[in-house]
Nanobody, 126 residues
């Protein structure tokens, strides 16, 4: 069983930056694909970015060039660096893990992920 804890959310003005962290414990999270999702009020949870066990990445179109996902396997931590933030990025951001060793980054739907964190709020003011 993998436990995930997100941190780093907050309130930022449009154009600003935040870095989210996701600390994993239990199992072998360094071998799993990890992803970030977000959910705004009244909307479905949507894919933001994913990173495979080897470091390959995958992004939703609207965040390409602004967000960067990375991982530090020695610390069992995944990061999401968010730059040039927009009000439409406002949401609760969730970290998730795929329970499949040596998995790549091509998991883009919530049902493909097996473990979830509790979420961290990101609010971007205009």
């Amino acid at each position: 069983q993998v436990q995930l804890v997100e941190s780093g959310g907050g309130l930022v003005q449009a154009g600003g930056s935040l870095r989210l962290s996701c600390a994993a414990s239990g199992g072998t999270p360094s071998r799993y694909a990890m992803g970030w999702f977000r959910q705004a009020p009244g909307k479905e949870r949507e894919f933001v970015a994913a990173i495979g066990w080897s470091g390959s990445t995958n992004y939703r179109e609207s965040v390409k060039g602004r967000f960067t996902i990375s991982r530090d396997n020695a610390k069992n931590t995944v990061y999401l660096q968010m730059n040039s933030l927009k009000p439409e990025d406002t949401a609760v951001y969730y970290c998730a893990a795929v329970n499949r060793e040596f998995s790549g980054p091509n998991y883009r739907t919530p049902r493909e992920y097996d473990f979830w964190g509790q979420g961290t709020q990101v609010t971007v003011s205009s």
